[in-house]
């Protein structure tokens, strides 16, 4: 069983940065892959990057390429998304998920935080 926690989330202005953080409770954090995903009002849950469990192997959406930046450190079972750049298109409420395949498809992750919100205003 894995407990994933965001923080990090908040109000910034375009063209500004935000760095999340999700921690994870458990001591078997390092053979997942880790994804982020972010969900907007009346919109599906959108795939934004996702870390191998070793964290050699990256793979991002082609909306966050360039400027978001997903990174790990196993040793304090914590994920990390920065975004810069950000735009107003990015306003949604961010989710961490493990889990074992590393896809991009939300269906394949096993365990998902609370969730943080990002407002971007314009």
């Known amino acids: 069983q894995v407990q994933l926690v965001e923080s990090g989330g908040g109000l910034v202005q375009a063209g500004g940065s935000l760095r999340l953080s999700c921690t994870a409770s458990g001591r078997t954090f390092s053979s997942y892959a880790m994804g982020w995903f972010r969900q907007a009002p009346g919109k599906e849950r959108e795939f934004v990057p996702v870390?191998?469990?070793?964290?050699?192997?990256?793979y991002y959406a082609d909306s966050v390429k360039g400027r978001f930046t997903i990174s790990r450190d196993n040793a304090k079972n914590t994920v990390y998304l920065q975004m810069n750049s950000l735009k107003s298109e990015d306003t949604a409420v961010y989710y961490c998920?493990?889990?074992?395949?590393?896809?991009?498809?939300?269906?394949?992750?096993?365990?998902w935080g609370q969730g943080t919100q990002v407002t971007v205003s314009s």
């Open positions: 998920a493990a889990g074992s395949s590393g896809s991009n498809l939300p269906g394949e992750y096993d365990y």
């Open positions: 870390i191998s469990w070793s964290g050699g192997s990256t």
